[in-house]
């Protein structure tokens, strides 16, 4: 064979290669990837004394948070990812300037904490949609607050909208997130879908047992 069409098929396999290293991070570097405001998929805005932190949570990170310890089959990762991958993931963490949960009981009254309470746990459906750059006006389809009480350092909502309710040409997506009772008003947030798309998946690799096909 021609030493140099050797050379060139050498080439093109370590470029093709270390392309797809690069697309698939472990859990922790993914972790740190989202949150480098310089990736496009964090943002964040603080009113009143209270930070709005608003992060993509990718369909691979909402896998690994579902899996245990136990090995883990090609065919079920695939299944999994069937089944989560139709839905765009973000999740919302409210915090307050000193770095505590927003929703604490001696931060309002009492009816104040109970209605908060009750719009953050049921009724966000009513306070948050979904725009982009095509019109299209999305509903969440899921939502949930993580139950801390009172030790973490933020309160946190798993916002989720279909990506079938999206038309195909759509270039960004922005979160409508209107004023809920913390006096702060509507905010706005807007991710450019092709950072979305550039997301490096998880290398599940060493969860995988082949055995277990």
């Not at 019109?135 to 350092?153: H, Q």
């Not at 807007?190 to 082949?210: G, H, M, V």
């Amino acid at each position: 064979m021609n030493k140099f069409f050797t050379y060139s098929l050498l080439v093109v396999a370590l470029i093709l290669f270390g392309n797809c290293s690069e697309s698939k991070l472990s859990t922790n570097d993914l972790i740190t990837y989202i949150s480098d405001f310089d990736n496009g998929l964090r943002k964040t805005e603080t009113i009143n004394g209270i930070s709005f932190d608003l992060t993509y949570r990718s369909t691979d990170l909402i896998i690994d948070s579902q899996l245990s310890s136990r090995a883990l089959s090609q065919t079920v990762l695939d299944t999994l990812r069937q089944h989560y991958g139709g839905y765009y993931y973000f999740v919302l963490s409210l915090s307050t300037h000193d770095n505590q949960e927003v929703l604490r009981p001696n931060q309002f009254s009492f009816n104040q904490y109970s209605e908060l309470v009750q719009r953050m746990s049921f009724r966000m459906h009513e306070y948050v949609t979904l725009v982009t750059s095509a019109d299209d006006s999305i509903f969440l389809s899921d939502y949930l607050l993580e139950n801390t009480y009172g030790l973490a350092s933020a309160n946190t909502i798993l916002l989720v909208f279909s990506k079938e309710d999206i038309t195909p040409d759509a270039t960004w997506v922005q979160i409508n997130l209107n004023e809920f009772g913390l006096g702060t008003g509507h905010l706005r947030f807007r991710f450019s879908l092709d950072e979305i798309r550039k997301c490096p998946s998880i290398d599940f690799s060493s969860k995988i047992s082949l055995s277990s096909e």
